[in-house]
């Protein structure tokens, strides 16, 4: 079955640092999303990336998917405290397959 | 524009018994979605539709767990009867085209359930 690991699984980071956090998956995909979910809350749309190699941007938050199609990186610059919760990447093998969800990414601010 | 609406937001059961959750999703979106996340997990697909038909529903107990989306519109998610790994959130998504390919799912707030 469809295997989509990130890693790592918890980031603390202090407050101004960047991080970066990993999704990979086993198979080539046809299109990657990332949600974000707040402690308590539900996840929401950040961003997809269907082509290879795309790399796109919202303020400080860069993704980026692989020229394989099998994995993308979220990067998070000068981090802030609303930056806390989990990073969840979701990928589709193939357009109209379901979306599998990865463990997720937690992540915690020191101010 | 209105969310995905869920209720209840809390409910908590003995193990044997039943419960029902429902979801209304955003106006206009063809494709609903159920999900399961156990605590410390990513959501997990229970069932997909499509207006009024199942699309996947290849990781849903079926033994247990029912779902409709009798008009097309809003849905009910049903266990009979819970068990203790039942205890999750158990979150709605909504998105606007029919084949739900490569479209945004827009989450609902979610039930939680706790089975003792």
């Known amino acids: 079955g469809q295997q989509v690991m990130q890693i790592p699984q918890y980031q603390h980071v202090q407050e101004g640092e960047d991080f970066t956090t990993y999704c990979n998956s086993s198979t080539t995909l046809s299109n990657i999303q990332w949600y974000k979910q707040r402690p308590g809350g539900h996840p929401v749309f950040l961003i997809q990336l269907v082509k290879s190699g795309e790399v796109k941007k919202q303020k400080r938050l860069t993704f980026q998917f692989g020229e394989a199609k099998k994995n993308s990186s979220l990067h998070i610059t000068a981090t802030q405290t609303t930056d806390v919760g989990t990073y969840f990447c979701a990928v589709r093998k193939a357009a109209g397959n379901k979306l599998t969800f990865g463990g997720g990414t937690r992540v915690l601010v020191k101010p | 524009e209105a969310g995905v609406a869920q209720s209840p937001r809390y409910k908590i059961i003995e193990k044997r018994q039943s419960v029902a959750f429902w979801c209304n999703p955003i106006s206009g979106h063809a494709t609903l979605y159920w999900y399961q996340q156990i605590l410390g997990q990513g959501p997990k697909l229970l069932i997909q539709f499509q207006n009024n038909g199942v699309v996947d529903d290849s990781q849903l107990p079926k033994d247990r767990f029912s779902a409709e989306r009798l008009k097309g519109v809003d849905s009910t998610l049903k266990i009979q009867p819970a068990k203790l790994e039942d205890s999750a959130v158990y979150l709605c998504?909504?998105?606007?085209?029919?084949?739900?390919?490569?479209?945004?799912?827009?989450f609902g707030p979610g039930t939680r359930l706790t089975v003792l």
């Open positions: 998504a909504s998105s606007f085209t029919a084949s739900g390919g490569t479209d945004t799912q827009y």
